[in-house]
């Protein structure tokens, strides 16, 4: 499949999605948008990838969604044409997702970044969400997503003043999981997504849906489906190709797709 402003190639059992708009440092315009789901319907489509793996330049993982785009659009443009929705999609991907941020992931960037179930940090990243400097707020999910990752009091101080965070805070504030250094970052992301999906791709995906689910519902009703979610496990090949492996002393071999 040709793209334009992405690369897509797999390695082994991962799908890696690199953003390639350097001139724009991976500024998110609509055409990269439809080319980010068309690539991840058919990373999702094909069984043999158990993780996609996302990644931007070393000096930007994306810089926001694209300014020059969005600039002259009118109300009724914007509300009708909800080409935001789009992003929609990438957000409620069932395979597991990581992002691998190296540089500026602002605004949108650092939106998209949240979308992924977790982020490796370059030891150079900076998130932030300065769009309150350009007479907007977030608007792809990052008032709620920062706002769960590293709580109100930090959420309101990026978002009222758009400052910048740096990767050690960022690790420290719980925004992303782990900071390599830069040159390693790559490497650590993709050894990450092969640990992943090395394992049952359907018992991952099951437990992608169910932490999901803590953002989503009460303690007691994500507990509720947490414990149906574990009892149907048991339907599955790969639970029982597990336990036994463990009992055997050998390595398991996980077969359900
Ligand atoms: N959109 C479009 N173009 C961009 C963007 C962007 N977000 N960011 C950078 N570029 C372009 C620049 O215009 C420049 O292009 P040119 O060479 O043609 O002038 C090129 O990329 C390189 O950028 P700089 O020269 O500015 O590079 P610097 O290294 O000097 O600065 C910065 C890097 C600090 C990252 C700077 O580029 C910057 O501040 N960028 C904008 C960051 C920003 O404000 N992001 C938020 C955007 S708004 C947003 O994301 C809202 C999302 C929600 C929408 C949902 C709607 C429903």
Not at 94 to 101: E, L, N, S
Not at 102 to 129: P, R, S, T, Y
Not at 135 to 158: D, S
Request: one cysteine or more; a neutral charge.
């Amino acid at each position: 499949m040709a793209y334009e402003t992405i690369l897509v190639e797999t390695r082994g059992k991962v799908g890696l999605i690199t953003l390639n708009r350097p001139q724009a440092l991976n500024a998110l315009n609509s055409t990269l948008l439809g080319e980010v789901n068309r690539a991840l319907d058919a990373l999702e489509a094909d069984h043999g990838i158990g993780c996609i793996v996302i990644t931007g330049s070393e000096k930007a993982f994306a810089a926001g969604a694209d300014i020059k785009e969005m600039a002259n659009l009118s109300y009724p443009q914007i509300y009708s044409d909800d080409q935001f929705a789009g992003w929609d999609r990438v957000a409620g991907r069932r395979k597991p997702m990581i992002a691998a941020v190296a540089g500026f992931a602002l605004g949108g960037g650092c939106e998209f970044a949240m979308m992924c179930d977790f982020i490796v940090a370059a030891d150079n990243a900076k998130f932030g969400q300065p769009e309150i400097k350009l007479g907007v707020m977030p608007g792809m999910g990052g008032t709620q997503r920062l706002t769960r990752l590293i709580g109100k009091a930090k959420a309101m101080e990026m978002c009222l003043t758009g400052r910048l965070m740096g990767a050690e805070e960022a690790e420290r504030s719980g925004l992303v999981a782990k900071v390599v250094p830069l040159a390693d970052l790559l490497t650590e992301a993709l050894k990450t997504a092969e640990t992943i999906a090395s394992l049952s791709l359907p018992i991952v995906m099951m437990t992608k849906e169910t932490i999901n689910r803590a953002d989503e519902t009460s303690l007691s009703e994500g507990i509720r489906f947490e414990r149906r979610i574990f009892h149907s496990m048991f339907a599955t090949a790969d639970q029982k190709e597990g336990m036994a492996a463990f009992v055997e002393k050998r390595a398991p071999q996980f077969k359900d797709r």
